[in-house]
């Protein structure tokens, strides 16, 4: 008897593993569906990916805000002209929990525009927190910041 229950547990936390590393993967796909969405100004997709209760706080804002303002920043950039040009995700943590995922990564991004001085290049730490919905996963929390003086 204890033989047998030994080997449902071993079996047991096998499949929690290999759920839980491709929810990791999948999330990790979503956060650079994320980015390419944006890349590509593609502002429906991009919304797509965002829970209706969201609520983050992006570093270009003073206070949270919810998903009807998600794509300030974007329009902010995009009507003066200015696009992401490429971009570089370091992923850096990760943790699943049920339905229920935070990651956290910095982000190198390279912007052009119309002007000279449009050009620039940001680096961001950002943290999601994702809710499985369906069979997908929606970003319903957030917060972003610049890196600090070592660039971390």
Do not use: C
């Amino acid at each position: 008897m204890l033989k047998t229950i030994s080997i449902l547990l071993a079996l047991t936390t096998a499949a929690f593993a290999q759920n839980s590393a491709k929810d990791e993967a999948q999330v990790w796909n979503l956060e650079k569906a994320y980015w390419e969405y944006v890349k590509a100004n593609d502002l429906e997709k991009y919304r797509a990916l965002w829970h209706e209760d969201f609520v983050g706080w992006p570093f270009i804002s003073s206070a949270p805000v919810r998903k009807d303002h998600i794509t300030d920043w974007i329009t902010a950039n995009t009507s003066k002209g200015v696009k992401l040009q490429s971009f570089s995700i370091e992923e850096l943590a990760i943790r699943v929990t049920g339905d229920v995922a935070i990651n956290h990564y910095r982000i190198k991004m390279a912007w052009t525009g119309p002007q000279p001085a449009d050009a620039r290049t940001d680096t961001l730490r950002i943290t999601h927190t994702w809710l499985r919905t369906g069979d997908t996963w929606k970003i319903i929390g957030g917060m972003s910041a610049p890196v600090n003086s070592d660039g971390k």
